[in-house]
């Protein structure tokens, strides 16, 4: 059997920087430490930091001292209830996504109107639209797209940002991108910019073109996970026998062994033990 892996499967660096600060701020803290929302999305990590003892909340009010920010970043209110409060944050947002707060805050502020192409229940959205002002919607498929279009023709708008969450789908902005430039009124000042992270956008494309080589495809990643989702969505429209899978246990192994080329990707946040686990386990199927 054939064995492709992916050369940019691992730890992005904005997880990878989030990861490595909250292992030493818990090896060096005597007081409790806590994470707004989950640092990755992947459960052996996320256990193996509770059990360094990171306290893990849901919102900034449950936090009793030293709260960590995680890479996707939060809504700006955190910010402020944290300085009221007494609470230090540690922010490990990734600056990738700190650079669209700034931008999104400067467009908002010179007037533009927001067109935000993401997943709308996405805590990078979530945060996001809280430096976007009230002129903003949130464009997550082509539906989203027109409405946007009728919405913006209703207001009166003049001049509109087309902006995206680091881990959109680059197919996806791009046929966005094509809707919204066709359809909006010539007279309405479009501009448009792609901030999908380089990280993304190399696994995306690495992603299809081994999709497209291989007869059996395994995406290694958290169910919850944003650009892991993304890259079995691509893998199976180029490899219909794709699956995404958290860990060893869920290898489908008499299945994989009906096929000779087997390719392997893996988001973000899935962490090298998990990855180089899955592989062991592929190296040994006869
Ligand atoms: S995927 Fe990109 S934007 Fe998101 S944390 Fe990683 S490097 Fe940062």
């Given at each position: 059997?054939?064995?492709i892996i992916?050369?940019?499967?691992?730890?992005?660096?904005?997880?990878k920087?989030a990861?490595?600060?909250a292992k030493?701020?818990?090896?060096d803290?005597?007081?409790?430490v806590y994470?707004?929302?989950?640092?990755?999305?992947n459960r052996?990590?996320?256990?193996?930091?509770?059990?360094?003892?990171?306290?893990?909340i849901?919102?900034?009010?449950?936090s009793?001292?030293?709260?960590?920010?995680?890479?996707h970043?939060?809504?700006?209110?955190?910010y402020?209830?944290?300085?009221?409060?007494?609470i230090?944050?540690?922010d490990?947002?990734?600056?990738k996504v700190?650079?669209?707060?700034d931008?999104?805050?400067?467009?908002?502020?010179?007037g533009?109107?927001?067109?935000?192409?993401?997943?709308?229940?996405?805590?990078e959205?979530?945060?996001?639209?809280s430096f976007?002002?009230?002129?903003?919607?949130?464009?997550?498929?082509?539906?989203?797209?027109l409405?946007?279009?009728?919405?913006?023709?209703?207001?009166?708008?003049?001049?509109?940002?087309?902006?995206?969450?680091?881990?959109?789908?680059?197919e996806k902005?791009f046929?966005m991108r094509?809707i919204?430039?066709?359809?909006l009124?010539?007279?309405?000042h479009?501009?448009e910019?792609n901030?999908?992270?380089q990280?993304t956008?190399l696994?995306?494309?690495?992603?299809e073109?081994?999709?497209?080589?291989?007869?059996?495809?395994?995406i290694i990643?958290?169910?919850?996970?944003?650009?892991t989702?993304?890259?079995?969505?691509?893998?199976n429209?180029?490899?219909?026998?794709?699956?995404?899978?958290q860990n060893?246990?869920?290898l489908?192994i008499?299945?994989i062994?009906?096929?000779q080329?087997?390719?392997?990707?893996?988001?973000a946040?899935?962490?090298?033990?998990?990855?180089?686990?899955?592989?062991e386990?592929l190296?040994n199927?006869?």
């Amino acid at each position: 059997m054939d064995v492709i892996i992916g050369k940019t499967i691992g730890f992005c660096f904005g997880v990878k920087r989030a990861i490595e600060g909250a292992k030493e701020i818990l090896k060096d803290s005597d007081e409790p430490v806590y994470c707004l929302g989950e640092l990755v999305h992947n459960r052996e990590v996320i256990k193996d930091l509770e059990n360094k003892g990171l306290k893990f909340i849901d919102t900034i009010f449950q936090s009793k001292g030293k709260t960590i920010i995680r890479a996707h970043g939060v809504p700006k209110q955190v910010y402020e209830v944290a300085v009221q409060a007494g609470i230090k944050l540690i922010d490990y947002t990734c600056p990738k996504v700190l650079q669209i707060h700034d931008i999104v805050y400067e467009y908002a502020n010179k007037g533009y109107f927001i067109l935000l192409c993401g997943t709308k229940q996405h805590p990078e959205i979530i945060g996001t639209l809280s430096f976007c002002g009230e002129n903003v919607l949130v464009i997550e498929n082509e539906e989203d797209a027109l409405k946007s279009v009728d919405i913006i023709e209703k207001l009166n708008i003049d001049k509109c940002l087309l902006i995206t969450q680091t881990t959109f789908s680059l197919e996806k902005f791009f046929i966005m991108r094509e809707i919204i430039g066709n359809e909006l009124p010539k007279n309405i000042h479009l501009v448009e910019k792609n901030t999908i992270c380089q990280t993304t956008e190399l696994r995306q494309k690495e992603t299809e073109q081994i999709a497209k080589k291989v007869q059996y495809m395994i995406i290694i990643g958290g169910k919850n996970s944003s650009n892991t989702k993304k890259l079995y969505e691509i893998s199976n429209k180029y490899c219909g026998n794709s699956v995404c899978i958290q860990n060893k246990s869920e290898l489908p192994i008499e299945e994989i062994k009906k096929y000779q080329t087997i390719g392997v990707m893996a988001g973000a946040s899935t962490p090298e033990e998990s990855i180089n686990e899955i592989l062991e386990v592929l190296k040994n199927i006869k």
